[in-house]
T-cell receptor
Framework: DTGVSQDPRHKITKRGQNVTFRCDPI?????LYWYRQTLGQGPEFLTY????????KSRLLSDRFSAERPKGSFSTLEIQRTEQGDSAMYLCASSLDTGDVTEAFFGQGTRLTVV | TQLLEQSPQFLSIQEGENLTVYCNSS?????LQWYRQEPGEGPVLLVTVVTGGEVKKLKRLTFQFGDARKDSSLHITAAQPGDTGLYLCAGDRYNFNKFYFGSGTKLNVKP
């Protein structure tokens, strides 16, 4: 296992189309996070899973966004009816909840461009 | 309003110079992470600090966590062009189970 893997790395889509991104976390990690990053800004929290349960969603996550982690392993983030404002880097991270210090490890991200 | 404020936003220096980047908040964090991010890539974890007053060294990089666990600094000695990138601090607050990021410091080290 070499780390968090995201697919695709880049996605260009027309406004109004649906897109889906995949994240494969580090295998033993039980927590998975989705973040969004726009140019010149730090990552903004979108949502996180503990195993298969989605425990928190940011207000940034509109009804057009949905995330799943069906078997507590990989996760998908779907954006429906994309808008130009959705253009950003979508980052996935995973961590192991040991009850002690939590360290999040990020994937390489999916760069979304909505035209 | 961001929970973590980083300064400076941009820093352009010559190879061999020293620099310090700051990460400040009015909130207490249970731990704080520093990441480096290159264009088009995800953030790469450099270090995690946990104890107030803690100092950690990673080769030419020195990280310090404030006594009150509200702020942190990253000092780079004799910067090299390979240090170029976006430096992000991220805090983990008790029972919040997510990481709050600063907006980053973009460092450019010129040869």
């Amino acid at each position: 296992d070499t780390g968090v893997s995201q697919d695709p790395r880049h996605k260009i889509t027309k406004r109004g189309q649906n897109v889906t991104f995949r994240c494969d976390p580090i295998s033993e990690h039980n927590r998975l996070y989705w973040y969004r990053q726009t140019l010149g800004q730090g990552p903004e929290f979108l949502t996180y899973f503990q195993n298969e349960a989605q425990l928190e969603k940011s207000r940034l996550l509109s009804d057009r966004f949905s995330a799943e982690r069906p078997k507590g392993s990989f996760s998908t983030l779907e954006i429906q009816r994309t808008e130009q404002g959705d253009s950003a880097m979508y980052l996935c991270a995973s961590s192991l909840d040991t009850g002690d210090v939590t360290e999040a490890f990020f994937g390489q991200g999916t760069r979304l461009t909505v035209v | 309003t961001q929970l973590l404020e980083q300064s400076p936003q941009f820093l352009s220096i010559q190879e061999g110079e020293n620099l310090t980047v700051y990460c400040n908040s009015s909130s207490v964090f249970s731990s704080l992470q520093w990441y480096r991010q290159e264009p088009g890539e995800g953030p790469v974890l450099l270090v995690t600090v946990v104890t107030g007053g803690e100092v950690k060294k990673l080769k030419r990089l020195t990280f310090q966590f404030g006594d009150a666990r509200k702020d942190s600094s990253l000092h780079i000695t004799a910067a090299q062009p390979g240090d170029t990138g976006l430096y992000l601090c991220a805090g983990d607050r008790y029972n919040f189970n997510k990481f709050y990021f600063g907006s980053g410091t973009k460092l450019n080290v010129k040869p």
